[in-house]
């Protein structure tokens, strides 16, 4: 176990931090700014994914396919909560729940319809293949480098528009006190629409990206989204920066279990033990480090209303 | 208010009769139940499966056995219970002759002595449970495939034989995974340097590929079907280490993954029992006919599918069309006397196939839809039996 072997897999952690992190800030912004539990956020990740790959193809350009899967999420956000979500505001939770597990079924029926079932093959450009070297004679492939850095920008540009600007301003505020905001003169839902739609196009930025790595194929949302509301929980709903690091925290916990956990019981336990038990520990472990957040911090990491 | 509940207790009447078995029909008709899964991700698989079952019917004319036919496809949606009550549904409200299909084996254990327990002949077109093949195999069960293990049973023995002497090995953490690697032992006895099971339906297996560089074996051995094998093979080629360490791969690499992975999947190897290139005259002419109809390359889901049909339509002939004569049948697919995809073969004493297996490549091919296919490179088995025939009771 080397310490090039051991940054490596920091790195892997970071990466897939970052990618739980772009589904979770959309996430956990509209479930503290607009009380509503989303659960088809993943539909929105598929849509980004199914939307960036077409566009691609058809115009022969990775970019063309980045920016319809930005904007084509950020349309479908904005119409979803125009005209489902509107109506559940002023329902409890489990009204939503049902509500957003309906437009899942909804989304992967239309867009087995509209691709079919068959898994959608997706192509890298070629200034996106090859490598970096890493010091210490590893290599680490340089998409995976890119999305690192697409997540972190995105991560500062959140940051920035949240405390540094108006409507950052106004996020704040509503997600202190709605009705106040609204009583002083501020279309509310305006901007509920507005931060929807953009939570919709960071869900569909994470899609667009995990295209080439992972499988796209009706329902592919719902598998990561199990991670992002682990996410939320250890960070803390509201909160985007409790969404980066819990993101970042679950990715790298999730990596180095998977990746160490094993050799490590192998030289306490046999190696058949070692076989049954690493892997379903490793499995265990973010929803075991969840149990301890909620136990010792159960509004998360860092709650927006302290 | 009255009478809109009388409508809609009307409606309902009107709803429920459709639905009642149309009483005194008479039998000239032969009625299949099908099951596979059509939904979720995993229809895929289903649709390979339909297809090919349509296929066979244009093939016969949509008679089998010289009987009109009406097959009822049913949706399991990858889990056992549903099975269990598609099934019971076909039995009691469709009156279906003959049962076939379905892809998973934890299905198909709970539903075969549901089928069986009505009296009817059950003809499995994919899954390949060891119990089966074994000590619970069934006079009413016949299987058109394989038993699990017999696919890595054949890549252990091609790795043997090519003195590949270590072998790094990954399989998803669940019982098939164990027992794909329980058969690749079988016939492997090289240095196998790391096992490593991960969760079930994992997204991003990068950690695992860095840790797997790091011992840089001679070769690798993976099982991940469906979209965890798209999955592992990108996240591998685009590590580097296509041309670095060579993957070879059971149920991970076929026709219904390819589309997606294309060029990626070149340099492939699997082992199976068929190839949509195999050489046979019933296999060219449904793979033919097949990429006509569908545009698309079968897979060898499609293929056991299609012969599943054909194994039926040689029964019923046989039995001049009498399907309720259970026993005729039985005998008569007991003779396997049709052309099968995989060529003239025997059924075991536990109703699965002796039938070769071969080691197969992906590779570049313009004469496909997709571009890339498997082709075969070699036999690795003449008349390959499964392990479990010796606990099945049934003499015949």
């Known amino acids: 176990m080397t310490f090039t072997l051991i940054f490596e897999q920091l790195l892997?952690?970071?990466?897939?931090?970052?990618?739980?992190?772009?589904?979770?800030?959309?996430?956990?912004?509209?479930?503290?700014?607009?009380?509503v539990v989303n659960l088809a956020h993943g539909s929105l990740y598929m849509i980004g994914a199914y939307l960036a790959i077409t566009a691609a193809q058809w115009s022969d350009s990775y970019l063309v396919g980045v920016a319809a899967g930005l904007a084509g999420t950020l349309l479908v956000g904005m119409l979803i909560e125009l005209v489902a979500l509107r109506a559940l505001y002023r329902r409890d939770h489990l009204?939503?729940?049902?509500?957003?597990?309906?437009?899942?079924?909804?989304?992967?029926?239309?867009?087995?319809?509209l691709w079919g079932r068959a898994a959608l093959f997706a192509s890298l450009p070629a200034y996106l293949q090859g490598h970096l070297e890493l010091p210490g004679g590893a290599s680490y492939p340089l998409y995976r480098a890119v999305i690192i850095a697409v997540g972190l920008a995105v991560a500062a540009l959140l940051w920035y528009v949240v405390t540094r600007t108006r409507l950052g301003m106004l996020i704040r505020a509503g997600a202190s006190n709605r009705a106040m905001v609204a009583a002083l003169g501020v279309n509310i839902r305006l901007l509920y629409t507005v931060v929807f739609g953009f939570g919709a196009a960071l869900a569909g930025l994470a899609g667009l990206m995990a295209g080439q790595i992972y499988t796209v194929q009706p329902g592919m949302g719902e598998l990561i989204l199990i991670q992002v509301f682990v996410v939320i929980v250890i960070g803390g709903i509201g909160s985007i920066r409790g969404a980066l690091v819990g993101a970042l925290i679950v990715g790298i916990v999730d990596t180095l279990g998977r990746a160490f956990l094993k050799p490590l019981l192998a030289t306490v336990l046999s190696s058949a033990a070692a076989n049954t038990a690493g892997p379903a520990l490793a499995s265990m472990l973010i929803y075991l480090l969840m149990a301890l957040v909620l136990a010792l911090r159960p509004a998360g990491l860092f709650p927006a209303r302290g | 208010m009255r009478k809109t509940v009388q409508y809609a207790l009307a409606a309902a009447a009107a709803a429920l009769l459709a639905f009642a078995p149309a009483a005194g029909a008479q039998q000239q008709k032969l009625k299949i139940g099908f099951i596979t899964t059509l939904s979720g991700p995993q229809g895929i698989i289903g649709k390979h499966m339909k297809d090919s079952v349509e296929l066979a019917l244009d093939h016969l004319g949509r008679k089998v056995g010289g009987l009109d036919t009406e097959v009822v496809y049913g949706d399991d949606q990858f889990k056992p219970d549903v099975g269990v009550q598609v099934a019971e549904q076909m039995l009691k409200r469709d009156n279906i002759d003959i049962m076939a299909g379905i892809i998973w084996s934890n299905v198909m254990l709970?539903?075969?002595?549901?089928?069986?327990g009505a009296g009817k002949i059950m003809v499995g077109t994919n899954a390949g449970a060891s119990p089966l093949a074994g000590a619970q195999c069934n006079e009413l069960y016949f299987s058109t495939s394989w038993n699990n293990d017999q696919s890595p049973e054949a890549m252990g023995k091609y790795l043997q034989d090519s003195g590949i002497k270590e072998l790094y090995v990954l399989a998803p953490n669940y019982q098939a995974g164990k027992d794909?690697?329980?058969?690749?032992?079988?016939?492997?006895k090289g240095n196998i340097v790391e096992e490593r099971y991960t969760t079930m339906g994992q997204l991003d297996y990068q950690a695992e590929i860095t840790q797997l560089r790091a011992k840089n074996p001679k070769a690798v051995f993976i099982f991940y079907p469906g979209g965890m094998g798209i999955q592992f093979i990108r996240q591998y080629v685009q590590a580097?280490?296509?041309?670095?360490?060579?993957?070879?791969?059971?149920?991970?690499?076929?026709?219904?993954?390819?589309?997606?992975l294309k060029d990626a999947a070149v340099g492939q190897f699997e082992a199976r029992f068929w190839s949509a290139d195999i050489k046979i005259p019933a296999s060219q002419k449904y793979v033919a006919d097949f990429r006509k109809k569908f545009g698309y390359?079968?897979?060898?889901?499609?293929?056991?599918?299609?012969?599943?049909?054909?194994?039926?339509?040689?029964?019923?002939?046989?039995?001049?069309?009498?399907?309720?004569?259970?026993?005729?049948?039985?005998?008569?697919?007991?003779?396997a006397n049709y052309k099968s995809i995989r060529g003239d073969f025997k059924f075991n004493n536990n109703h699965h196939p002796i039938q070769d297996f071969y080691l197969l490549k992906a590779v570049k091919d313009a004469g496909a839809p997709e571009g890339v296919a498997m082709h075969i490179e070699k036999k690795v088995f003449e008349d390959h039996q499964d392990a479990y025939h010796g606990e099945c009771k049934m003499k015949w």
Do not use: H
Request: charged fraction near 15%; glycine fraction near 10%.
């Open chain 2, 240 to 260: 580097g280490l296509r041309e670095k360490i060579p993957l070879y791969s059971v149920f991970t690499v076929d026709e219904t993954t390819i589309p997606a």
């Open chain 2, 110 to 116: 709970a539903t075969v002595p549901v089928v069986t």
């Open chain 2, 180 to 188: 794909m690697v329980a058969g690749l032992k079988r016939y492997y």
């Open chain 2, 297 to 335: 390359t079968p897979s060898f889901y499609g293929a056991q599918s299609y012969d599943g049909i054909m194994l039926i339509d040689s029964a019923v002939r046989a039995v001049k069309g009498n399907v309720k004569d259970t026993k005729g049948m039985v005998a008569a697919m007991r003779k």
């Open chain 1, 95 to 113: 009204d939503q729940v049902l509500a957003t597990f309906g437009l899942i079924l909804f989304f992967n029926e239309l867009v087995a319809m």
């Open chain 1, 12 to 35: 892997n952690g970071v990466q897939l931090g970052v990618m739980l992190f772009l589904l979770a800030a959309g996430l956990t912004l509209v479930l503290g700014i607009m009380n």
